[in-house]
């Protein structure tokens, strides 16, 4: 039988919105979360211990670079979906939420309720937006695409403007006009 | 940059080759275990008098290591084989993770990253009271297996080594009662956040689909031809008395031999023998469940 090579990957990134850190663990793509590789894998390591996803960190700066590529022609406008492996944990109710955002095409928008409808539990609005705020995979699993019932800008783990700077990129706002 | 694309894409293509019978050789690129398999295979494949009409691959490279002229890349390949048996066709699909080691652009070595099957742990012994029976839906379970061998249904946890808890899914999608909830060393039941071992772990799944008399129930044959839709095969690779696999037949070749789905490695229509595994072993021991 082959060893499992359990080590989990990660690497930072320089992007228009500021550093974002990815991991692979050795099935997929398994977290991106905004901030500096240090602060981000330290957040992360219950997480990862919870759901047995990886043994050993390691820190490396081209491994990821199939993820880094697309995310920077994502930046740059000239990508609109994502093509890579990924490995998502999480509890059932987070799981079938982060599926549902996946179905969201690029520069349109969700409200929480819509997600609740579409996922067959429409009383569980705050649920969805406690399980959209704990997606592992941001931007590419796209929690940002959601926004209130009345079109507002409501909670985003890393922060309201990371949320408009995406949406806007992707032409679901409209420039602010003063 | 980019130079192990090429000696991934040459050796894939080798591997191919070999496989459809074009070349006599070998891939010399694999490891001894999975050159091992792929002669099996191809013994297998003339053994049921198959013919393997074409092979398609893609692969999703998603981990790039370097280090100086070295690079090692982590990989998802997905296979299907096109196969043809006495008039009848069938298509077997796999998805594999693996790593590909290059330096300077010649291949060094290419492999499985992935345990074929789930650690073994407890042995759960049931007490079994009232007899009540059920009537299994095999088209709601094999139709369950078609749609999530290579997906994970969010309803349930999805665990590093799949295999059981994929099988269990199968079976509840046919109807199968649970029972024994919340004591985990008992029945075979899948709660929230909790689960007995019966349900995720392949050897007490073996146990308990020998020993239950109550809720699913299985019974024991002898002849793997006496497997229907949705029944289910139990696996110990080496033949040490623990049971490691399950699957779940779900189609039929044209030798009327059953064909399974199974997770981790994700499989559809797998021959049932796992010839074409590297954690097959020529101690092999199989166990063949009836189930309802």
């Known amino acids: 039988m082959e060893e499992a090579e359990n080590d989990l990957f990660y690497s930072q990134m320089n992007t228009s919105i500021g550093p974002i850190t990815i991991a692979a663990s050795n099935q997929g793509v398994c977290a991106l979360y905004f901030g500096e590789s240090e602060e981000v894998i330290n957040g992360m390591k219950p997480w990862i211990q919870k759901y047995k996803i990886g043994d050993v960190f390691q820190e490396d700066t081209d491994i990821l670079e199939v993820a880094k590529k697309q995310l920077h022609e994502y930046f740059d406008g000239d990508r609109t979906e994502f093509d890579m492996p990924l490995d998502l944990y999480g509890t059932s109710f987070q799981r079938s939420t982060w599926k549902a955002l996946q179905q969201i095409p690029y520069g349109e928008t969700r409200s929480y309720k819509q997600i609740a409808d579409e996922i067959g539990s429409p009383r569980a609005v705050r649920a969805i937006g406690s399980a959209n705020n704990k997606n592992p995979i941001s931007i590419i699993v796209p929690c940002h695409r959601v926004i209130g019932s009345n079109g507002k800008m409501v909670g985003y783990g890393s922060g309201i403007d990371k949320k408009e700077y995406l949406l806007r990129l992707e032409g679901a706002l409209q420039p602010v006009s003063s | ?292």
């Open chain 2, 1 to 292: 940059m980019k130079k192990w694309n090429d000696a991934l894409q040459e050796h894939l293509k080798d591997w191919m080759r070999f496989q459809l019978g074009l070349v006599g050789t070998r891939p010399d690129k694999t490891t001894p275990q999975e050159t091992e398999m792929l002669r099996r295979l191809k013994r297998s494949l003339q053994h049921r008098e198959a013919t393997l009409l074409k092979i398609i691959v893609s692969f999703y490279p998603y981990r790039i290591h370097r280090f100086g002229k070295q690079e090692n890349v982590t990989y998802q390949l997905v296979i299907s084989r096109f196969m043809k048996i006495k008039q009848k066709y069938h298509i077997e699909e796999q998805v594999l993770h693996r790593l590909v080691k290059t330096h300077d652009g010649h291949l060094l070595i290419d492999k499985l990253i992935q345990k074929e099957s789930l650690p073994t742990k407890k042995i759960s012994t049931s007490n079994q009271q009232v007899d009540r029976g059920f009537s299994y839906d095999r088209r709601n379970a094999v139709q369950y297996a078609e749609r999530w061998w290579d997906d994970y249904n969010s309803s349930y946890r999805k665990f590093t080594d799949n295999c059981t808890n994929f099988i269990s899914q199968c079976l509840r999608a046919g109807g199968a009662p649970m029972r024994g909830m919340p004591e985990r060393g008992k029945g075979w039941w899948y709660g929230k956040g909790t689960w007995s071992y019966s349900w995720a772990v392949a050897h007490s799944f073996r146990w308990y689909l020998s020993s239950s008399t109550e809720g699913l129930r299985a019974s024991e044959v002898e002849n793997v031809k006496e497997l229907g839709l949705g029944d289910v095969i139990c696996y110990d690779f080496n033949g040490d008395d623990r049971w490691q696999h399950s699957t779940i037949v779900t189609g039929f070749d044209g030798n009327e031999e059953p064909l399974v789905n199974a997770q981790t490695t994700n499989s559809r229509a797998r021959y049932w023998t796992y010839e074409d595994s590297t954690a097959w072993t020529p101690n092999i021991k199989y166990k063949f469940f009836r189930i309802g």
